[in-house]
């Protein structure tokens, strides 16, 4: 894979050039902005929500839109609407730092517009490709690629709850939204149904968001995810990622705390996730012309992995490989978008494959509904428990908390190095939730971890 052909071509794409980046967090583009720099760039503005979490970018504008929601889905949903229906104020504060409106704006995250104030988007999407993203959709795409999935039905809400007593496991049903309110992640719209007292209200629930719902047994075991990167000749797959999903205690419920690719998962369940992951991206390649990257999320089970959604577009799966590669996936993607460079799948897979074998990468996120500011701390695992270390001392990670769209944040780094290859990390999720309750008297619920249950392979049923 000669990532020196791509980056040469992207530096001339950017050299000399005005550069606006639209980041929902400021913070989460610093190493954007310093690369463009370093790439050539005449200068580089920054629209975001929020500062966010960490330091910010050395641009040469910003502009805030102080959006924000009651959630992680709310948040950002008020961003993408801020930059795709600009104000007064964004428009005139672009124009300051433009003024003959020849910069370029760089397609980022959710933002899944042709321009922004009559300057150019780099690297944008179509819009159908984001229709992918429904989850009671993605199941007739499983079908069509010949991929196994677990027992479901997609039906309309005030029918879930029959759909519920016919498929419903030992651990009760999950049901799932459709877009009618837009795409959705993090887990905002699935609901773990366990009891039958939960019915009524959740059917409440969906009815006030959803047309439809699609219902499926709860699957026990490892929520995970499979990434790849469809090129003109073919699908680049890589390796799983364990998404660290974490179980509310007090009512059935799910708390999304980010991802990592520490965890492995047996061979065969390793090939059937990357198959299924081929399968998808060259069906979507054939029947709209695909291209980039997509993911499909899941569940190992003691039955296999299945697939539950797919996501067509960059996430942080290919942010965790990209970066243990040092390659710059979402770079490729914009290049190869745009028509500047050619990719070929199987030396861009061969690369990522290799390099991920042996690098591991990951971190964790906790949303907080109450503000915070901001602050920092290095920590190691002990035993069970977690504890804070001074600046000498080496450390198994890092922890973040500050400001977010939707209240504050906390993100916590892991020390590669020091993180074991194999095993669920989900589990150390616990202690460093008790190291910041402790510490930052943060108001996070009770959760348990998933068992890791993977093995086997996966029947349709």
Known sequence: ?????????????????????????????????????????????????????????????????????????????????????????????????????????????????????????????????????????????????????????????????????????????????????????????????????????????????????????????????????????????????????????????????????????PDEVTETMRAAARSIGALIHDRMGYLGGFGIDGVCTEDGWFPTEINPRMSLGHFLQGEAADMPLSTIERTLLEGDVEVDAPALEDAVVSAVATSRHGGMMFPLDETHESDSLRFVFDDERTRVVDEDEEADGAMFIGPSAFGAVILVRLEPSRIPIGPSIAPRALPIIELARSRWGVEIPEVAHAPDLCRGSGEST
């Open 1 to 265: 894979m000669d990532v020196d052909l791509i980056e040469s071509a992207f530096r001339g794409v950017v050299e000399g050039k005005r550069w606006i980046i639209t980041p929902d967090a400021a913070a989460g583009a610093t190493r954007l902005v310093e690369r463009l720099k370093n790439l050539g760039a005449e200068a580089v503005m920054v629209i975001a929500g929020t500062e966010g979490v960490g330091d910010l970018p050395k641009a040469d504008a910003f502009h805030y839109t102080r959006t924000g929601g009651t959630s992680m889905m709310t948040g950002i949903r008020e961003f993408v609407a801020s930059v795709a229906n600009p104000s007064e104020a964004m428009v005139h504060a672009i124009d300051r730092f433009d003024p003959d409106g020849e910069a370029i704006v760089l397609a980022m995250g959710y933002i899944r517009i042709g321009g922004l104030a009559g300057r150019r988007m780099y690297g944008a999407r179509p819009p159908s490709w984001a229709e992918l993203e429904d989850k009671t959709t993605a199941d007739a795409l499983f079908a069509d690629a010949g991929v196994a999935t677990a027992p479901h039905e997609v039906v309309p809400v005030r029918e879930a709850a029959d759909a519920h007593r016919r498929l419903r496991g030992p651990l009760g049903s999950v049901w799932v939204a459709d877009n009618k309110e837009g795409w959705h992640g993090g887990g905002e719209y699935v609901r773990w149904v366990k009891t039958d007292e939960q019915i009524g209200p959740m059917t409440d629930w969906f009815d006030a968001h959803a047309d439809l719902v699609r219902v499926m047994p709860f699957l026990d075991g490892i929520p995970s995810s499979i990434h790849g990167f469809v090129t003109h000749n073919g699908v680049a797959v890589f390796l799983p990622i364990e998404m660290t999903i974490l179980r509310t205690v007090e009512e059935p419920g799910f708390y999304y705390a980010r991802g990592s690719n520490f965890w492995t998962p």
